[in-house]
């Protein structure tokens, strides 16, 4: 593992220059926020693509063929290395099984970043087209000629187009690219649809309504998403049975804050609404299993107070020995996410200032405010190291206990690391 992030990070900046724009899984600094963005410019209602090819890749990590990823790669001081990676195999039911083709999963270089080199190409095979903006921030667009737009992430993709038959010719198109990666397309997950119909992506459900104000475009969590949701906490609600409200409240912020954060950037609110209402049912029920012969009125004056925050709801789920509440969704901030422009590349040093300014919304945005106030103590850098804060890790919060020469009393001194 040492050796492949040794060689992942030589590697990587090489191939940031050449990545497609479009292309935003398992790179530095993107997202699939980003690519959600990138859909909803590319489908607004102002568009003249209402035409959506969703893109399957079948067993794509499974079937890459390994003569093109070393062809790619061949120029590389350690391509040697990357070959035995390939080839090394796997052991299932204790046999040691050869792997003539894929990927293996698993790895820090081999699936991500060795996967992403497979696959890049697809828009210049499919003829898409960029050109240089005049806008003030500068950058580079799709040109409007083409009439196509893409989005890639992992092994799904989708490509926009003005047409339906614009759009189904992507079968044809994508032949070349697909031979050469050994990778096929799925037909049961691989199909034409016009955006009024809408389509799902990375757990989102993108479609064009008919309102009073004419068509608009609406981002919203899938159902699909909702369902795994839900299906996590009626889970931890089974394992959790019987546990205290502390252990509960433990393990249920961060599942709540992760799908919430997850959710906020789309149209969220009555998904976080009706997230809370279901949350609050599986509390009651679990209460109720946990004391069978208290009153309601006795649990819910023991176990329900009002937001620590402020608020006028008084049905928050406090814990009576800790106070610490469960989170509701519906306190999570609905807002719009700003997508990484063109091919930027946090290893591009001419960006420095662009990536700070970036890092630091992302920073503030998802982290609590008693984080957020830490950090612009100590100028968002590590008290201990003097490091930036803005390097992609996550942020956590330890109280240290500092025994004073004098006394014995503990002074608690939050600290992020």
């Not at 593992?1 to 993107?30: H, I, M």
């Amino acid at each position: 593992r040492v050796y492949q992030n040794v060689v992942k990070n030589a590697l990587e900046p090489q191939w940031e220059v050449k990545f497609e724009p479009t292309s935003y899984v398992f790179r530095p600094k993107r997202s699939t926020h980003d690519a959600i963005s990138n859909l909803f410019n590319n489908l607004n209602t102002n568009s003249k693509k209402k035409w959506v090819f969703e893109g399957d890749f079948l067993g794509c990590f499974d079937h890459l063929n390994h003569n093109w990823i070393m062809q790619q790669t061949s120029m590389f001081p350690g391509s040697t290395l990357i070959k035995r990676w390939l080839n090394m195999g796997y052991i299932e039911q204790d046999m040691l099984r050869t792997t003539t083709e894929g990927t293996p999963q698993g790895g820090i270089i081999v699936s991500p970043l060795l996967a992403n080199i497979a696959l890049c190409g697809m828009e210049e095979e499919i003829g898409i087209v960029y050109k240089k903006t005049y806008k003030p921030n500068g950058g580079y667009a799709i040109d409007p000629k083409c009439k196509i737009g893409r989005v890639l992430s992992a092994d799904d993709f989708v490509i926009v187009t003005e047409t339906k038959e614009k759009a189904e010719s992507m079968y044809g198109k994508l032949t070349p690219y697909l031979q050469k990666r050994g990778i096929t397309l799925s037909m049961d997950k691989t199909r034409v649809t016009h955006i009024e119909d809408g389509f799902d992506f990375l757990g989102f459900s993108l479609r064009q309504y008919n309102t009073g104000q004419g068509k608009k475009l609406f981002i919203k969590p899938s159902r699909d998403s909702i369902k795994k949701a839900k299906n996590k906490i009626k889970d931890t609600f089974s394992v959790m049975r019987g546990r205290p409200v502390k252990e509960i409240i433990s393990v249920l912020n961060p599942i709540i804050r992760g799908y919430g954060q997850y959710w906020k950037h789309v149209v969220s609110k009555k998904t976080y609404d009706y997230m809370d209402n279901y949350i609050f049912l599986k509390v009651r029920k679990h209460l109720k299993q946990l004391h069978p012969k208290k009153s309601r009125k006795w649990i819910s004056k023991r176990y329900f107070k009002k937001p620590h925050h402020g608020g006028n709801n008084r049905w928050i789920l406090t814990c009576p020995l800790t106070n610490i509440q469960l989170l509701k969704m519906s306190w999570i901030k609905i807002e719009r996410h700003a997508m990484v422009a063109y091919k930027n590349s946090p290893d591009n040093p001419s960006l420095r200032e662009y990536w700070e300014k970036r890092d630091r919304k992302v920073f503030n945005s998802e982290n609590t405010l008693d984080r957020m106030k830490l950090a612009r103590k100590q100028g968002y850098r590590c008290a201990l190291y003097k490091q930036t804060l803005q390097n992609g890790e996550k942020v956590t919060v330890r109280n240290l206990e500092v025994s004073t020469s004098t006394s014995a009393k503990l002074v608690h001194v939050p600290c992020i690391r």
